[in-house]
């Protein structure tokens, strides 16, 4: 059996390529540098024709560096072609020649900044517009939820709202009293540290009960409760969104919402304002401490400052906010669940989705009945 090769030679502005020989994968070094080298060598041509009629055998792994040789010439501006092939090779070259094949793309001209910036700015508006289509629908089936649960409640699943509610809850108890308990701290600190320039630390008081009462208090509550339980709430709805849970319940009849949405809400807007109320007697504590600790302040004038800086519309205030979060960051964290494509990737991309979309809109929400209760005198 020949050795394989490639002669070639010119005619004029075409070159004539023959292969020899056993073109198999015994040969596979000897026949990897010879493609490589011819290649090379009629790089510059544009026409050229390579015969295979004088090749004794021929396998897969010879079929495909054949094909190699013709895309490569092709990728450098030759017109390569396959001339004198046999018929019982031919089958075998067609189907190598389909291997990835790529479907050619035009050539795109650079995008213009200005116009690639409001291509970015119209989708990105539109995606929002989305989710709040999603936010909306999704609201309407637990309202829906809610009113067959009002008119029939053993529909209501207690024992998973109760299991729900232990666990965003109880079990945040500890960090959340943490959290809050240093911020109050950090923030008497602070205005100590700046209000005694001037001789009036005593005002530190009313700055911090206004303060965590009215918004501190409940906007750290809702980001631990966004990141901890609505990232877990999305986590588990897209695991069961990909393991096809989902799907299953209602081929058995039973409305997803209602099995898991409404007992995930209901915990949810039952906790957050409980731990919005433990978070903000964290947080004056840590503040009242520190004032007594570092500003020289007995705890009977911090309280007694405290009684005359506040009244209970302050209290309400942070209070009436903490459901309405509540339900923003449940009804986020199970659209973005819904949405889970079946893949790892995608569920994480949702959970963070999920966590950032609910902080933003808490944000935006405060900011809304920041305006309303201005506006009552509140």
């Known amino acids: 059996m020949t050795a394989a090769a490639i002669t070639g030679r010119v005619e004029g502005d075409r070159v004539a390529l023959a292969a020899t020989g056993a073109w198999t994968a015994d040969a596979a070094v000897a026949l990897e540098s010879i493609v490589e080298e011819t290649a ?12 295979l009629a004088r090749l004794e055998r021929l396998d897969t792994f010879g079929a495909w560096l054949i094909e ?78 809610i009113a067959g649960t009002i008119a029939r409640p053993a529909r209501l699943r207690l024992t998973s709202t ?32 700046h209000f005694r320039t001037f001789g009036a ?13 009215r918004e501190v208090g409940v906007l750290i509550v809702c980001v631990m409760v966004a990141g901890r339980s609505g990232s877990a709430y999305t986590a588990e709805l897209g695991a069961m969104k ?42 004056l504590y840590g503040a009242g401490l520190v004032c007594w600790l570092y500003g020289g302040m007995t705890p009977e004038i911090f309280l007694e400052r405290l009684r005359q800086a506040i009244w209970m519309p302050t209290f309400a205030v942070g209070m009436i906010k903490a459901p309405f979060m509540a339900l923003t960051i449940g009804l986020v964290a199970c659209v973005e669940g819904f949405n889970v494509e079946g893949s ?14 609910s902080i933003f809109l808490v944000i935006v929400l405060d900011g809304f009945f920041a305006m309303f209760f201005g506006a009552i005198g509140m």
């Open 344 to 357: 790892a990737a995608s569920l994480g991309r949702k959970t963070t989705a999920s966590v950032v979309k």
């Open 201 to 213: 630390e005593v005002f530190v008081v009313d700055m911090v009960g206004i303060l965590v009462l």
């Open 68 to 145: 190699r040789l013709t895309r490569t010439l092709a990728e450098r501006g030759s017109s390569a072609r396959i001339v004198g092939l046999s018929d019982a090779d031919r089958g075998l070259i067609e189907e190598v020649r389909l291997v990835n094949r790529a479907p050619a793309r035009p050539r795109r001209r650079a995008d213009n900044p200005a116009l690639a910036m409001l291509d970015a700015i119209g989708r990105a508006v539109a995606d929002i517009g989305g989710s709040l289509v999603l936010l909306a629908q999704l609201f309407g089936a637990l309202t829906m939820a």
């Open 242 to 283: 990909m393991r096809e849970e989902i799907d299953a319940l209602r081929t058995m009849g039973l409305d997803p919402v209602e099995v898991l949405v409404l007992p995930r809400i209901v915990a949810l807007v039952i906790a957050v304002p409980l731990l919005t109320f433990l978070g903000s007697m964290a947080a």
């Open 40 to 51: 090379r060598h009629y790089q510059a041509a544009r026409r050229i024709d390579i015969d």
């Open 162 to 193: 109760v299991h729900h509610l232990e666990r965003v809850g109880w079990r945040a108890v500890p960090i959340i009293l943490l959290s809050t308990f240093l911020i109050g701290a950090i923030i008497a600190q602070q205005g100590i540290f």
